[in-house]
């Protein structure tokens, strides 16, 4: 579909942008990259008034376009660059109205690139909850643009800010806000000249980032860095005077159009819960209880509809072998993809619920106090504030969270994050993780409150948190540096969730769950198949004739019973059962059998692919007639050396731990290598986590065998 007109959104942190962004595009959204760099640009499209279709680009929140990483620095990249494939036509710059000398500090910088503006009055309702007056015409008329006030969380203004993009065309010029040229007039001019510029301050940026800019040439950007020289200019010293001259314009406008009447109360309120959430004691036992309670609601709530979906799974299997003829093509489709798919497909409930209660405690502000409080933790270990960050988002996905160790500025602090956040449990290790609790952990109470599989769940959690905190402890020792980190964050003021984007959260999230891993599940399950399925030299027509006498004596219960056993012999003679048997010596001490063999081996793809190879796997093994649920199989599956359950209490124990430290995803493999830019660091990470892996599962089975 053609867009009529491009938009890009704009604000600090803790803005709404994010609901803005939801609000106006709803589903139609997607994800990508920004050229050239590893940072997500998230798009979408708006239906205005005017029957026309907005493209809608959420940057980077930041406060200023001086940027402080990566991230930050795609606003100015994107905004000064019209051969950018994201250069926009609009800017809508979202300003926090009970904040807006802060917020007003970008829109000077962006008024000054000359570039087509509307400012987003958001969170109007929380600035007359505190007492704050705006004269919002009087403040479009000084600003000279269109000033439209939201409650974006309430749906207040969005009608408004569509009517007012469909209107843009007609936006008049920005009054200049300083004197961009008197900041450095000589540099100014010549980089004008020499790189063909025409805005003023779109050179001044130039020299304050070119090394970053990467639209430039190298040749120019060394020539930016000849020209600083030759005008001695020192950029720390022009952002300063540049910051103080833009601030003394936002209070002249402010002075007018903005008034207090008393101290916010929603502010006094957040102030007074935080004395209680924030406690260094209080804090942490309440953070532990609301953890307890969310691993409580994955096995409580998801229980329903897991078993739906898994009954569904199971009929598809019975229907489509009474329908279909017999014949591999028919045995691949049912046995290999469809039981390869129905392994992961059925823990979107517990991916829905988990994802839900993260945008929950977002929304209402808790997650910016549990950073604060990890950060205490994270200095004692010897890291970086900044850290925290990185190891919170480690609980959604490792990958996205080591590209946002980029804000950290410190190299050791930043590497030491890279190396453990790996280790913090992902959603990728839940379906292993609640698989194997519900083989070997009985669902009671504990104390006739607590679920025990919760628990036991939860504890895997922590213990990955704990385990983090003491390689980073022991990295810090090894690793030598004398650079010092700093962490500067901002509390914001505590909100109901809006339940549009908790919604829209669990939807995005379990779509890309099902996709990302789905792809990965459908090439292994159908590889699996067939290695399961055919076998070298004569070995499965040696098996059939070894019980063609028998079957052909035996009465129907006998016979479907050496089908069975025709169907195991097979499948430990197959291209797979031999790898498996190859490698069982290794893992044998760990309390795995060959069939457990192969799923660590198809887990470095992705972790969650353990649940999709066993389900392939013990469907193969179950032959046509076994419609089970993989979990009625892998509980009866008996080990033929001792006579006991597979799955025991030991062996699940230290499949669990095994599964909690070790390094089982190419993905985030791959981008380490691609941010530390060496094969070096992923390869130390590699070893040190399955090393640990391996001792952890064999000192717990030992123990618990």
Same mark, same amino acid.
């Given at each position: 579909?053609?867009?009529?007109?491009?938009?890009?959104?704009?604000?600090?942190?803790?803005?709404?942008?994010?609901?803005?962004?939801?609000?106006?595009?709803?589903?139609?959204?997607?994800?990508?990259?920004?050229?050239?760099?590893?940072?997500? *640009?998230?798009?979408?499209?708006?239906?205005?008034?005017?029957?026309?279709? $907005?493209?809608?680009?959420?940057?980077? /929140?930041?406060?200023?376009?001086?940027?402080?990483?990566?991230?930050?620095?795609?606003?100015?990249? %994107?905004?000064?660059?019209?051969?950018?494939?994201?250069?926009?036509?609009?800017?809508?710059?979202?300003?926090?109205?009970?904040?807006?000398?802060?917020?007003?500090?970008?829109?000077?910088?962006?008024?000054?690139?000359?570039?087509?503006?509307?400012?987003?009055?958001?969170? #109007?309702?929380?600035?007359?909850?505190?007492?704050?007056?705006?004269?919002?015409?009087?403040?479009?008329?000084?600003?000279?643009?269109?000033?439209?006030?939201?409650? $974006?969380?309430?749906?207040?203004?969005?009608?408004?800010? *569509?009517?007012?993009?469909?209107?843009?065309?007609?936006?008049?010029?920005?009054?200049?806000?300083?004197?961009?040229?008197?900041?450095?007039?000589?540099?100014?001019?010549?980089?004008?000249?020499?790189?063909?510029?025409?805005?003023?301050?779109?050179?001044? &940026?130039? $020299?304050?980032?070119?090394?970053?800019?990467?639209? !430039?040439?190298?040749?120019?950007?060394?020539?930016?860095?000849?020209?600083?020289?030759?005008?001695?200019?020192?950029?720390?010293?022009?952002?300063?005077?540049e910051t103080i001259e833009r601030y003394n314009y936002i209070n002249d406008i402010?002075?007018?159009?903005?008034?207090? =009447?008393?101290?916010?109360?929603?502010?006094?309120?957040?102030?007074?819960?935080?004395?209680?959430?924030?406690?260094k004691v209080w804090g942490f036992v309440i953070f532990f209880g609301i953890l307890?309670?969310?691993?409580?609601?994955?096995?409580?709530?998801?229980?329903?509809?897991?078993?739906?979906?898994?009954? !569904?799974?199971?009929?598809?299997?019975?229907?489509?072998?009474?329908?279909?003829?017999?014949?591999?093509?028919?045995?691949?489709?049912?046995?290999?993809?469809?039981?390869?798919?129905?392994?992961? %497909?059925?823990?979107?409930?517990?991916?829905?619920?988990?994802? $839900?209660?993260?945008?929950?405690?977002?929304?209402?502000?808790?997650?910016?106090?549990?950073?604060?409080?990890?950060?205490?933790?994270?200095?004692?270990?010897?890291?970086?504030?900044?850290?925290?960050?990185?190891?919170? /988002?480690?609980?959604?996905?490792?990958?996205?969270?080591?590209?946002?160790? =980029?804000?950290?500025?410190?190299?050791?602090?930043?590497?030491?994050?890279?190396?453990?956040?790996?280790?913090?449990?992902?959603?990728?290790?839940?379906?292993?993780?609640?698989?194997?609790?519900?083989?070997?952990?009985?669902?009671?109470?504990?104390?006739?409150?607590?679920?025990?599989?919760?628990?036991?769940?939860?504890?895997?959690?922590? !213990?990955?948190?704990?385990?983090?905190?003491?390689?980073?402890?022991?990295?810090?020792?090894?690793?030598?540096?004398?650079?010092?980190?700093?962490? %500067?964050?901002?509390?914001?003021?505590? +909100?109901?969730?809006?339940?549009?984007?908790? !919604?829209?959260?669990?939807?995005?999230?379990? *779509?890309?769950?099902?996709?990302?891993?789905?792809?990965?599940?459908?090439?292994?399950?159908?590889?699996?198949?067939?290695?399961?399925?055919?076998?070298?030299?004569?070995?499965?027509? &040696?098996?059939?004739?070894?019980?063609? *006498?028998?079957?052909?004596?035996?009465?129907?219960?006998?016979?479907?019973?050496?089908?069975?056993?025709?169907?195991?012999?097979?499948?430990?003679?197959?291209?797979?059962?031999?790898?498996?048997?190859?490698?069982?010596?290794?893992? +044998?001490?760990?309390?795995?059998?060959?069939?457990?063999?192969? /799923?660590?081996?198809?887990?470095?793809?992705?972790?969650?692919?353990?649940?999709?190879?066993?389900?392939?796997?013990?469907?193969?093994?179950?032959?046509?007639?076994?419609?089970?649920?993989?979990?009625?199989?892998?509980?009866?599956?008996?080990?033929?050396?001792?006579?006991?359950?597979?799955?025991?209490?030991?062996?699940?124990?230290?499949?669990?731990?095994?599964?909690?430290?070790? #390094?089982?995803? #190419?993905?985030?493999?791959?981008?380490?290598?691609?941010?530390?830019?060496?094969?070096?660091?992923?390869?130390?990470?590699? %070893?040190?986590?399955?090393?640990?892996?391996?001792?952890?599962?064999?000192?717990?089975?030992?123990?618990l065998k």
């Open positions: 579909m053609e867009h009529s007109i491009r938009v890009a959104l704009v604000g600090n942190p803790n803005t709404g942008k994010s609901t803005i962004f939801n609000a106006l595009t709803g589903l139609n959204q997607k994800v990508g990259n920004f050229p050239g760099i590893t940072v997500d *640009k998230k798009s979408g499209t708006c239906k205005l008034p005017d029957g026309k279709i $907005a493209e809608i680009i959420d940057l980077p /929140g930041t406060y200023s376009l001086y940027p402080k990483s990566i991230d930050e620095s795609i606003v100015f990249q %994107v905004l000064s660059d019209p051969s950018q494939s994201s250069y926009p036509d609009l800017v809508i710059i979202v300003a926090d109205a009970t904040n807006l000398k802060r917020n007003l500090l970008l829109y000077t910088q962006i008024a000054d690139l000359k570039l087509p503006v509307i400012v987003a009055l958001n969170m #109007m309702d929380q600035a007359e909850k505190g007492n704050i007056d705006i004269d919002i015409d009087g403040l479009a008329k000084k600003l000279n643009v269109p000033v439209v006030p939201l409650a $974006a969380r309430k749906g207040r203004g969005l009608e408004e800010l *569509k009517s007012a993009i469909a209107h843009s065309t007609r936006l008049p010029l920005q009054n200049d806000t300083i004197d961009v040229v008197s900041l450095a007039p000589d540099l100014i001019a010549d980089i004008q000249g020499e790189l063909v510029i025409e805005n003023p301050y779109v050179a001044l &940026q130039v $020299a304050h980032q070119h090394e970053y800019l990467r639209y !430039l040439s190298k040749e120019k950007s060394n020539r930016v860095e000849e020209l600083e020289g030759k005008h001695n200019f020192h950029t720390q010293e022009s952002q300063a005077k402010l002075s007018d159009t903005v008034s207090h =009447r008393s101290v916010a109360l929603e502010e006094n309120i957040s102030n007074k819960i935080d004395h209680v959430l924030t406690h307890l309670f969310i691993f409580n609601a994955i096995f409580s709530w998801s229980s329903y509809p897991m078993d739906l979906i898994e009954g !569904l799974f199971v009929w598809i299997s019975e229907v489509g072998h009474e329908k279909l003829p017999a014949g591999l093509l028919t045995d691949l489709i049912l046995d290999g993809i469809i039981a390869g798919l129905g392994g992961i %497909v059925i823990f979107i409930p517990q991916i829905a619920i988990l994802f $839900a209660f993260i945008s929950i405690l977002e929304e209402t502000g808790y997650i910016a106090r549990v950073t604060f409080m990890m950060d205490r933790l994270m200095r004692k270990v010897g890291l970086n504030g900044k850290s925290v960050v990185p190891m919170i /988002g480690g609980l959604a996905c490792a990958v996205p969270s080591i590209m946002a160790a =980029r804000t950290i500025e410190n190299w050791k602090d930043r590497i030491i994050t890279i190396m453990v956040v790996p280790l913090v449990s992902c959603s990728a290790r839940l379906p292993v993780y609640t698989l194997l609790i519900s083989l070997i952990i009985p669902e009671e109470k504990v104390f006739g409150i607590f679920n025990q599989q919760a628990l036991v769940l939860m504890g895997l959690y922590i !213990l990955s948190l704990v385990a983090a905190f003491v390689i980073a402890w022991i990295m810090k020792k090894i690793i030598k540096s004398r650079d010092k980190g700093y962490f %500067v964050m901002e509390m914001p003021v505590y +909100r109901m969730p809006r339940w549009n984007n908790v !919604l829209l959260t669990m939807y995005d999230k379990s *779509k890309t769950f099902v996709i990302e891993a789905g792809k990965v599940i459908i090439a292994i399950s159908i590889i699996l198949w067939v290695l399961a399925t055919f076998g070298p030299g004569g070995r499965f027509e &040696q098996i059939e004739a070894k019980y063609e *006498k028998e079957l052909a004596s035996a009465n129907e219960k006998q016979a479907a019973h050496i089908e069975v056993l025709i169907a195991k012999e097979k499948l430990e003679n197959s291209y797979i059962g031999i790898l498996g048997h190859t490698i069982e010596p290794i893992i +044998r001490p760990l309390g795995y059998d060959w069939k457990i063999g192969i /799923g660590i081996i198809t887990s470095f793809a992705a972790r969650e692919a353990f649940v999709g190879t066993m389900a392939t796997i013990y469907s193969v093994d179950g032959g046509d007639e076994d419609t089970n649920t993989i979990r009625e199989r892998m509980a009866a599956s008996i080990n033929p050396k001792t006579g006991l359950p597979v799955y025991t209490v030991a062996t699940g124990i230290s499949l669990m731990l095994f599964y909690a430290f070790a #390094m089982q995803c #190419m993905s985030t493999v791959a981008i380490v290598h691609r941010e530390t830019k060496s094969w070096k660091w992923p390869a130390i990470q590699f %070893v040190y986590m399955t090393t640990l892996a391996y001792i952890t599962a064999l000192i717990a089975y030992q123990l």
